[in-house]
């Protein structure tokens, strides 16, 4: 059974992309980061927003642009979205609904990880109960707007349990356990 898990770099004020989606302001610090080499490892498929999918990339401009974890990654994609294109670029389905999304990532990822990418999928992958882990990839930059790694207004209390702390020589890597669920 696969375990779902958000991941996502963020800065030290709380934003995983800044106004507008732009994610350049996240290229300094993309380089060697064993905690997320060895989550890309255990991954089976990417649960990702549309919004993630089609944004801004930080590896623009180099060889990995256009690519899942700039070409560490290769697998299965689940993309949540109304509006799907005509042509899905290969190993990329679209899906219209959370649910659908859920369960068809779910599957292909066997007992890997489902890895979810941007906050408004993560957050109802929270509401319908399957999410069991966060990791945060925390960048030293404040950029003071943007997307929130996790904004759900009205929401409930999420408790969270600390699995690990890792530092790198630019980032700090924080794992936890969703402990209670809405």
Request: charged share 15%.
């Amino acid at each position: 059974m696969a375990t779902f898990m958000y991941s996502a770099a963020m800065s030290l004020d709380g934003f995983i992309a800044g106004p507008g989606g732009d994610m350049s302001w996240m290229a300094a610090y993309v380089g060697p980061n064993p905690v997320v080499e060895e989550l890309i490892t255990q991954t089976g498929a990417l649960l990702v927003g549309n919004r993630t999918f089609s944004g801004d990339d930080p590896m623009k401009g180099t060889e990995g642009e256009g690519e899942a974890f700039g070409g560490g990654w290769d697998g299965p994609q689940y993309v949540v979205t109304h509006r799907p294109p005509a042509v899905s670029p290969p190993g990329v389905t679209f899906v219209a609904d959370i649910g659908t999304a859920i369960k068809e990532s779910g599957s292909a990822a066997g007992d890997k990880y489902v890895n979810i990418l941007g906050a408004d999928v993560a957050a109802q992958c929270l509401v319908a109960g399957v999410l069991d882990e966060v990791v945060v990839s925390v960048l030293p930059v404040f950029i003071g707007d943007g997307t929130r790694l996790f904004d759900h207004p009205g929401g409930h209390l999420v408790r969270l349990a600390q699995l690990s702390v890792a530092h790198t020589s630019r980032v700090t890597n924080l794992r936890y356990r969703v402990e209670s669920k809405p």
